[in-house]
């Protein structure tokens, strides 16, 4: 008989996402790095702990997590999120997203 190889859950589970999608934190503890702001005594940590989410802008490059941090920091609130992209949005679609913001 030959041994098999052990499965890895993360080359398991929905081979249809992306690896890097697969890999995403999903908790803010998970997220490495930015600890002066997502520690529990970092502001963001504390908005969170407070379940009372202020304005905030999240600005860096392409691909270094800021759009999975705001979605974290929704979650952690119990908020909605919905992801939109300044460079490929029109109008329509953020009039569909404001309605849907309305409608909850």
Same mark, same amino acid.
């Given at each position: ?7 890895? @859950?993360?080359? #398991? ?7 890097? #999608? ?10 490495? !790095? ?6 529990? #005594? ?19 490059? @392409?691909?270094? !997590? ?5 979605? %974290?920091?929704? #979650?952690?609130?119990? %908020?909605?999120?919905? @992801? ?21």
């Amino acid at each position: 008989m030959e041994p098999t190889e052990p499965t890895l @859950p993360l080359f #398991d589970e929905e081979p249809t996402r992306p690896l890097a #999608d697969r890999l995403r934190p999903t908790r803010l503890e998970d997220v490495v !790095g930015q600890e002066h702001l997502l520690s529990p #005594d970092a502001p963001l940590g504390r908005m969170v702990a407070q379940q009372r989410l202020g304005s905030a802008i999240l600005w860096g490059p @392409p691909g270094v !997590g800021k759009t999975t941090i705001a979605r %974290l920091l929704a #979650d952690g609130c119990n %908020l909605a999120f919905e @992801p939109v992209s300044a460079t490929f949005s029109g109008v329509a679609e953020l009039r569909k997203v404001f309605a849907a913001a309305r409608s909850r």
